[in-house]
Nanobody, 125 residues
Framework: QVQLVESGGGSVQPGGSLRLSCVVSRYTFNYYTIGWFRQAPGKGREGIAC????????YYANSMKGRSTISRDNAKSTVYLQMGSLKPDDTAVYYC??????????????????WGQGTQVTVSS
């Protein structure tokens, strides 16, 4: 069973930065594409970025392109999302999810099979 646990959320002022972490079950980490998503109140789940399971290639949606960086540490079975220049509109619950290798380059939430519980990010002054 794949388990994903997010952490690193919190409250930050506009213009600030946060780094989110997603720890993935060790024995499955190298198989899955891992994506980051967010869901604001009253809105659908929106893809941010994904990273491939093999060579660490990355893909970004327009939602946070240029303000976010996805990376992975294979030794720690962890995927990170570094976010900067945060705005109030970035306030949401942020999720990481695991999908089959073939979903790399796609950020439709329905393509990802396993989800973490989410971590809240609040951007306000």
């Amino acid at each position: 069973q794949v388990q994903l646990v997010e952490s690193g959320g919190g409250s930050v002022q506009p213009g600030g930065s946060l780094r989110l972490s997603c720890v993935v079950s060790r024995y499955t980490f190298n198989y899955y594409t891992i994506g980051w998503f967010r869901q604001a109140p009253g809105k659908g789940r929106e893809g941010i970025a994904c990273i491939s399971n093999d060579d660490g290639s990355t893909y970004y949606a327009n939602s946070m392109k240029g303000r976010s960086t996805i990376s992975r540490d294979n030794a720690k079975s962890t995927v990170y999302l570094q976010m900067g220049s945060l705005k109030p509109d970035d306030t949401a619950v942020y999720y990481c999810a695991a999908g089959a290798p073939g979903v790399f380059g796609h950020l439709g939430a329905n393509l990802y099979d396993h989800w973490g519980q989410g971590t809240q990010v609040t951007v306000s002054s």
